[in-house]
């Protein structure tokens, strides 16, 4: 069964400051691992995908992560966080040629001035 | 382009009364998909659809009914509304299921069952 934790529900960073955000999962198999976000009032966007392809996956807006199979963690980092990126931040995994996607109960991460 | 589009954006219910939530899109996508969000739990699968005619189950489904009759819309029908499913929905849509990066997400239908 697939399944994905996500450390912190909340977390807090000076502008300027490293961003970490939390993810660990569970799959029985090569998982597809995502990193979403979500803005007030608006859906969810996607910030970057790990297919096997490369073990640190670079994203949109300065976010990467990097998946560690022997930790079965796949953390969300950005060296230094924008007012902008306050928002919820959504670790989802997924098996290939599956048609669901297994969300954490996300991580609100808010950007002190 | 209008992407992935949910009507309407708010609905407050009565418990027993139906509705049906709309869902449209216009990237002829095959895949489209109906999520709920709840606090504290993430966005869970309630049905998905892989083209026109053919529906299947996500993880919570009960309460919950859908069609596929044509690409562009996929509507959730909720038959006789509990408390149990005020929450926000989302519908989402790809060309290549939920694994694709291109899987957009509508804007939100948020649902209130008094």
């Known amino acids: 069964a697939q399944s994905v934790t996500q450390l912190g529900s909340h977390v807090s960073v000076s502008e300027g400051a490293l961003v970490l955000l939390r993810c660990n999962y569970s799959?029985?198999?090569?998982?597809?691992l995502f990193w979403y976000v979500q803005y007030p009032n608006q859906g969810l966007q996607l910030l970057l995908k790990?297919?096997?392809?490369?073990?640190l996956v670079k994203g949109i807006n300065g976010f990467e992560a990097e998946f560690k199979k022997s930790e079965t963690s796949f953390h969300l980092t950005k060296p230094s966080a924008h007012m902008s990126d306050a928002a919820e931040y959504f670790c989802?995994?997924?098996?290939?040629?599956?048609?669901?996607?297994?969300f954490g109960t996300g991580t609100r991460l808010t950007v002190i001035p | 382009n209008a992407g992935v589009t949910q009507t309407p954006k708010f609905q407050v219910l009565k418990t027993g009364q139906s509705m049906t939530l709309q869902c449209a899109q216009d990237?002829?996508?095959?895949?489209m998909s109906w999520y709920r969000q709840d606090p504290g739990m993430g966005l869970r699968l309630i049905h998905y659809?892989?083209?026109?005619?053919?529906?299947d189950q996500g993880e919570v489904p009960n309460g919950y009914n859908v069609s596929r009759s044509t690409t562009e819309d996929f509507p959730l029908r909720l038959l006789s509304a509990a408390p149990s499913q005020t929450s926000v929905y989302f519908c989402?849509?790809?060309?290549?299921?939920?694994?694709?990066?291109?899987?957009?997400f509508g804007s939100g239908t948020q649902l209130s069952v008094l």
């Open positions: 799959s029985s198999v090569p998982p597809y």
């Open positions: 989402a849509s790809s060309s290549a299921g939920a694994n694709d990066e291109k899987l957009f």
């Open positions: 790990y297919t096997s392809a490369a073990t």
């Open positions: 989802a995994v997924s098996e290939g040629g599956a048609n669901n996607l297994f």
């Open positions: 659809s892989v083209g026109a005619g053919i529906t």
């Open positions: 990237m002829n996508h095959e895949y």
